[in-house]
Nanobody
Framework: DVQLVESGGGLVQTGGSLRLSCTTS????????IGWFRQAPGKEREALSC????????NYQDSVKGRFTISTDNAKNTVYLQMNSLKPEDTAIYYC????????????????WGQGTQVTVSS
């Protein structure tokens, strides 16, 4: 079975940093694509970044470029999202998700999701 578990969220002040972890099981990081998404209240889920062996790293949102960085630790079966210079508008539930081989931006094309981790940035 494929399982993804996010952790590392919390409450942080504007300008602070958090590192989110997506710990996977039943996933082969050399073959699968892992994406990070977020969903703020009243808004649609948006893709932030994705990593796969074929595509490398893809970043989708101009609002987080230069501040958020995706990376993997294959030995730990874990994908990270390092978030720096956080802003109140980054407040959302953050999710990781997996699909076979290639990164795509559309959430519906991902097969399995974690439960999400809340990130709250205070002003």
């Amino acid at each position: 079975d494929v399982q993804l578990v996010e952790s590392g969220g919390g409450l942080v002040q504007t300008g602070g940093s958090l590192r989110l972890s997506c710990t996977t099981s039943g996933v082969t990081l050399d073959e699968d694509a892992i994406g990070w998404f977020r969903q703020a209240p009243g808004k649609e889920r948006e893709a932030l970044s994705c990593i796969s062996k074929i595509d490398g790293v893809l970043n989708y949102q101009d609002s987080v470029k230069g501040r958020f960085t995706i990376s993997t630790d294959n030995a730990k079966n874990t994908v990270y999202l390092q978030m720096n210079s956080l802003k109140p508008e980054d407040t959302a539930i953050y999710y990781c998700a997996v699909r076979r081989r290639r990164c795509v931006q559309v959430p519906d094309y991902f097969n399995a999701w974690g439960q999400g981790t809340q990130v709250t940035v205070s002003s």
